[in-house]
Nanobody, 116 residues
Framework: QVLLVESGGGLVQAGGSLRLSCAAS????????MGWYRQAPGKQRESVAS???????NYRDSVKGRFTVSRDNDKNTIFLQMDSLKPEDTAVYYC??????????WGQGTQVTVSS
């Protein structure tokens, strides 16, 4: 069981920045990949960004060039730096981890609200 705790959400004006953190309860070097999903009211949960154990990253098209996912192995933490935020980025952001067995773990979510 991997516990994931997100932090860093909040209210920001359009064009502003936020940095989300996701702390894992065990070494992320033992986790195959980690990433971020989001879910806006009335919409399905969607993938935002991911980072593998080797450091390869992937982003959904709508956040490319604005969001950056990174990891700190010493702190067992991944981050999502979100710049040039737009109202359509408003959602609950969830951290996700997948181990080598394909087991998936979710954090509790953190609210991001971007005002216009």
């Amino acid at each position: 069981q991997v516990l994931l705790v997100e932090s860093g959400g909040g209210l920001v004006q359009a064009g502003g920045s936020l940095r989300l953190s996701c702390a894992a309860s065990e070494s992320i070097l033992r986790i195959n990949s980690m990433g971020w999903y989001r879910q806006a009211p009335g919409k399905q949960r969607e993938s935002v960004a991911s980072i593998t154990r080797s450091g390869n990253t992937n982003y959904r098209d709508s956040v490319k060039g604005r969001f950056t996912v990174s990891r700190d192995n010493d702190k067992n933490t991944i981050f999502l730096q979100m710049d040039s935020l737009k109202p359509e980025d408003t959602a609950v952001y969830y951290c996700i981890a997948a181990n080598v067995l394909g087991q998936i773990y979710w954090g509790q979510g953190t609210q991001v609200t971007v005002s216009s």
